[in-house]
T-cell receptor, first 113, second 115 residues
Framework: GNSVTQMEGPVTLSEEAFLTINCTYT??????LFWYVQYPGEGLQLLLK?????DKGSNKGFEATYRKETTSFHLEKGSVQVSDSAVYFC????????????FGKGTRLHILP | GAVVSQHPSWVICKSGTSVKIECRSL??????MFWYRQFPKQSLMLMAT?????????EQGVEKDKFLINHASLTLSTLTVTSAHPEDSSFYIC???????????FGQGTRLTVV
């Protein structure tokens, strides 16, 4: 079945460091891929998405590229800020027979000033 | 690990009837539960935030009288779709957190089909 695997946290970085959170997936068909972010005390927010191979999603300085050959959708940011501290979830949506969304377990990110 | 159980996993109902979806935290007390809805081929949409013992906070555009949320205990929140219509057919997911600034754990989702 479909699944999402993302790197375990917590990840602790200093401000302005480069961030990578790895995400790989298994899926039949052609899923859409998402990164969601959950800030403390809040619900999930969509951070970025990509709907087909080689698409790059970007938002708030974050980027992720849909790599079909490596079945990956790694999240990157060149220079993190303290305000980026949150939990990040990689997810996929089958988009074909079933729109069910499947989440990774989440990666907690701590940014130190 | 923390487990969130959502029930039922799928339900078909007739137009005009009401449907209740349960979200339970099986091995922890959930101070906050969130309800999401996924529209076909779109991303997840937060519907409401539910804290135990208080009224749910609904996101803009979500009808509180149509989507009734009850968080009666620290382990159970329910979403009732009242007077369901075909346009309410969707995939609904809940998540629960143990406390402020902690990880969220997701239910397996409920596929609602209104005919």
């Amino acid at each position: 079945g479909n699944s999402v695997t993302q790197m375990e946290g917590p990840v602790t970085l200093s401000e302005e460091a480069f961030l990578t959170i790895n995400c790989t997936y298994t899926a039949t068909g052609y899923p859409s891929l998402f990164w969601y972010v959950q800030y403390p005390g809040e619900g999930l927010q969509l951070l970025l998405k990509a709907t087909k191979a080689d698409d790059k999603g970007s938002n708030k300085g974050f980027e992720a590229t849909y790599r079909k050959e490596t079945t990956s959708f790694h999240l990157e940011k060149g220079s993190v800020q303290v305000s980026d501290s949150a939990v990040y979830f990689c997810a996929l949506s089958d988009g074909e027979a079933d729109d069910k969304i499947i989440f990774g377990k989440g990666t907690r990110l701590h940014i130190l000033p | 690990g923390a487990v969130v159980s959502q029930h039922p996993s799928w339900v078909i109902c007739k137009s005009g009837t009401s449907v209740k979806i349960e979200c339970r935290s099986l091995d922890f007390q959930a101070t906050t539960m969130f309800w999401y809805r996924q529209f076909p081929k779109q991303s997840l949409m937060l519907m409401a935030t539910s804290n135990e013992g208080s009224k749910a906070t609904y996101e803009q555009g979500v009808e509180k009288d149509k989507f009734l949320i009850n968080h009666a205990s620290l382990t159970l929140s329910t979403l009732t779709v009242t007077s369901a219509h075909p346009e309410d057919s969707s995939f609904y997911i809940c998540s629960a957190t143990k406390g402020w600034n902690t990880e969220a754990f997701f239910g397996q989702g409920t596929r609602l089909t209104v005919v």
